[in-house]
């Protein structure tokens, strides 16, 4: 059982959580499993091709699963998931 | 019954050696070492160039420091050519230097004569106490107080962010604050944007900006830009600038940034809010990844939140920007670990900052290249640059 945050664009998709806890022992296995029980994520999170948008970073405690064996790469119970998507509101 | 102090003088100036400051000028690129005797406070007046400054009531023990071989030759002026005769006699005499000479008619001779006089940069006496708290810090000090105060810094946006960054940069002395923001001041803007007030409602954003930083600090110069940042612009707009502080609020712009910043070599400082919550990180060019390659491709229209009006605390822009202003400040200085290839995220209602780590990559389509090579008509290229936003609504 991993911690995933989540980010604020993504909240309405989880009925407004922060964090969920997903089963699951690699970063693919969690992030389907959010996907699974979140229906309204899975088109945001992944693409038609199975892979991770592009547009999303994931990143197991501080680094970035793309260093490190993406969605294979290995989760721990008190692993924490963050999902980063751009932001860029500021000036106006 | 002993002989007068002008008597003593003219004995001593009869056994040393006399320069003409045409000679030492002369000498000068030959490798004399010449030494201004006089108090500080002439010397900040403006000195020979080159010289070492070594006061005559300090000549004992702080000669050895400014020329440790006694072999040197050495040439001591003050303002006339009297303290630099004592002095040299007590070089030759008491501390064993072999080579000392006394420039007749010192410092103002030298003037009169014409020759090249330095100034050095020192702070006026209301900087000195305006900046006090600043000099009390070694990190700090004149030296960095006039790195702050030679810096140019471009803030993008007069704005949520920009307003509390282009506050506190002002009052620290960064010397030139370049603004770029085409809008006006709106009541609904003041909930958070703090460098404007209710009477410069409808009043340019720039202008009202200006009038509070030459209120505040009429050591800082302001550029005004009241354009829209686009490809046609930007590098004209950049180019020059030590630093850019990003807080845009679109995504076509932060990729135009980013591409005109890295083929310029200038290091951004970016930060994004929204609702509770504030991303920051600093993107400088070759030395840390840009903001293409932490974000490769912008999301889909509907999951970026920049293009309508969204909520926002009115504090967090604060936060955000003052976090910015810290790392614009540390850049100039040189001081402490910069947010560079680190992205921070504040969460206000939790009150929780994470911090993630940004990798180069070396397949970017922009900072993996040489900045020569990235061309005018590839900068701010954006998949459907003209119908992202269109497509939110």
């Known amino acids: 059982m991993a911690t995933v945050r989540i980010p604020p664009v993504l909240r309405p998709s989880v009925g407004g959580e922060k964090e969920v806890s997903a089963e699951g022992s690699s970063v693919g296995e969690i992030l389907r499993s959010v996907a699974e029980s979140h229906p309204d994520t899975e088109s945001q999170l992944f693409s038609a091709d199975g892979g991770l948008n592009r547009y999303v970073n994931v990143y197991l405690n501080d680094e970035d699963v793309r260093v490190l064996d993406g969605l294979e790469t290995a989760v721990g119970a008190g692993d924490t998931l963050v999902i980063l998507p751009a932001m860029a509101g500021g000036s106006r | 019954m002993s002989p ?84 040299a006699r007590t070089l030759l005499d008491d501390l064993g230097y072999e080579r000392v000479e006394s420039m007749t008619g010192g410092f103002t001779l030298w003037k009169d004569r014409g020759y090249e006089v330095e100034q050095p940069r020192t702070l006026t006496a209301e900087q000195r106490e305006r900046y006090s708290r600043h000099l009390l810090l070694p990190e700090v000090g004149i030296d960095g107080q006039q790195k702050l105060l030679d810096a140019k810094v471009l803030l993008l946006g007069a704005g949520g962010l920009g307003s509390p960054a282009a506050l506190y940069l002002a009052a620290a002395g960064v010397g030139t604050l370049g603004i770029v923001d085409n809008d006006e001041v709106d009541l609904s803007n003041l909930q958070r944007q703090v460098i404007h007030s209710s009477e410069r409602i409808g009043v340019s954003k720039v202008d009202s900006a200006e009038q509070t930083i ?166 701010g290229v954006f998949p459907d640059y003209e119908a992202f936003c269109a497509g939110a609504h």
């Open chain 2, 214 to 379: 030459t209120a505040l600090n009429p050591d800082v110069k302001v550029e005004k830009y009241p354009v829209r940042l686009g490809a046609e612009n930007i590098v004209e707009i950049l180019r020059g600038y030590d630093i850019v502080l990003d807080g845009l609020d679109n995504f076509p712009t932060r990729y135009l940034l980013n591409d005109a910043s890295v083929r310029l070599g200038i290091p951004v400082v970016s930060a994004a809010i929204l609702g509770f919550e504030g991303q920051l990180s600093v993107f400088k060019p070759y030395d840390g990844p840009c903001y293409r390659c932490l974000f490769p491709v912008p999301p889909p229209a509907e999951l970026a939140p920049s293009c309508g009006a969204n909520g926002v605390l009115g504090v967090l822009p604060g936060t955000m920007g003052l976090l910015q202003a810290t790392e614009v400040i540390k850049l100039i200085l040189g001081e402490g670990d910069p947010l560079i290839g680190r992205l921070l995220m504040y969460d206000a209602l939790a009150a929780t900052v994470t911090e993630v780590k940004v990798r180069r990559d070396p397949d970017c389509p922009i900072c993996s290249r040489h900045p020569e090579e990235i061309a005018d008509e590839e900068m």
């Open chain 2, 4 to 87: 007068s102090g002008a008597d003593v003088l003219r004995q001593i100036k009869s056994r040393i050696d006399e320069v003409d400051p045409a000679e030492v000028r002369d000498d000068l690129s030959n490798g004399v070492v010449v030494i201004d005797v006089r108090e500080p406070e002439e010397w900040s007046a403006g000195h020979i160039p080159g010289a070492r400054h070594v006061p005559k009531s300090y000549l004992e023990s702080r000669i050895e420091a400014a020329v440790p071989d006694r072999s040197e030759h050495v040439v001591l002026y003050c303002a006339s050519g009297n303290r630099s005769a004592w002095a």
